[in-house]
């Protein structure tokens, strides 16, 4: 460009011309770069992860949010899409008979559509895999096991027509070792005459197969908040056991779009009571399911939660 024979050509069509061409770099520089980032924000979350900070003596995760990257957003909720952060959550089959004893099976698969096979262990699971149907009933929390090709698989029965969703809560480990920690959803069918169940009035107090459960703290929107939880057998305080690396397990999820809130556990019971961390993303009603275990045998307590 910058070679000029004798002939010289109008300085100004040169000018013009580094202009035009100038301006076509930069346009296709920044597709470029755009791209770049795109795909560095897929394995490059762990700077970004680490300025995420977490309440005190919980370990740096993210769980339940869309990713790890959308530091930014970090009380949006996950859940919500099939794909996010470059994986896509693909079912085999979507199908159940209801009542019907069934299998789910599903793939997680990466940018390349290659289906995912490193998983981070997080809460004693590679994968946790909650089933609820639309109108927050029939709650369920399996742990599906994976073939070597990436294949998850659990049996699974969707007890009433309807609706379901299934939400995939995972850490994806890359080949240079960096984590990204995805909630992915997608909806299942069993066919059939669905009758929804009103949501039930707001509570903090329950009871599951003779545990009295109940719980103290006040979300609130856009604030991570501590909800301590007692549980109480007939004779007081239930021996809780150990259930997923902590005492308990909470999934909280959104009316209206089924929205999968950020918990994180207190891994130690605090004063015999179980503790969690709950990230509010917007007023509205919640659902919060309670799994804890007691001689051996997990049960779900369920509370309406109403934030204004
Ligand atoms: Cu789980």
């Excluded at 370990?59 to 899409?81: F, I």
């Amino acid at each position: 460009m910058t070679d000029q024979g004798p002939a010289e050509p109008d300085r100004s069509t040169i000018r013009l011309a580094l202009v035009v061409g100038g301006l076509v770099l930069a346009v296709l520089l920044g597709f470029g770069l755009g791209r770049l980032n795109d795909n560095g924000a897929v394995t490059g979350s762990p700077s970004l992860a680490a300025e995420h900070t977490d309440p005190p003596g919980v370990a740096p995760h993210n769980h339940g949010s869309a990713t790890t990257t959308d530091q930014g957003a970090a009380t949006e909720p996950g859940g919500l899409a099939v794909s996010s952060a470059g994986f896509t959550v693909v079912p085999l089959a979507t199908e159940f008979a209801a009542g019907r004893p069934g299998q789910l099976r599903f793939q997680v698969r990466d940018a390349q559509r290659r289906p995912v096979t490193r998983f981070a262990i997080v809460h004693d699971k590679p994968m946790h895999l909650i089933v609820v149907r639309r109108d927050l009933t029939g709650y369920q929390h399996l742990h599906p096991t994976m073939a070597a090709d990436g294949t998850w698989s659990v049996p699974l029965t969707l007890a009433q027509p309807g609706l379901w969703r299934a939400y995939a809560d995972f850490t994806v480990v890359a080949d240079n070792g960096a984590q990204t920690a995805v909630t992915l959803g997608t909806d299942l069918v069993a066919p059939g005459d669905y009758r929804p169940r009103p949501l039930p009035g707001p509570t903090t107090s329950t009871t599951v197969d003779g545990f009295t459960v109940g719980y103290e703290g006040t979300p609130q929107v856009g604030a991570t908040v501590p909800l301590t939880f007692r549980v109480d057998g007939a004779g007081g305080a239930a021996p809780l056991e150990r259930y997923l690396g902590a005492y308990g397990h909470l999934v909280a999820l959104r009316e209206g779009d089924l929205g999968y809130l950020h918990v994180h556990p207190e891994t130690e019971l605090v004063d015999g009571q179980i503790r969690f961390w709950l990230t509010t993303p917007g007023p509205g009603r919640y659902r919060l399911y309670l799994d804890f275990q007691v001689n051996a045998e997990v049960r779900t307590a369920e509370f309406t939660l109403t934030v204004p």
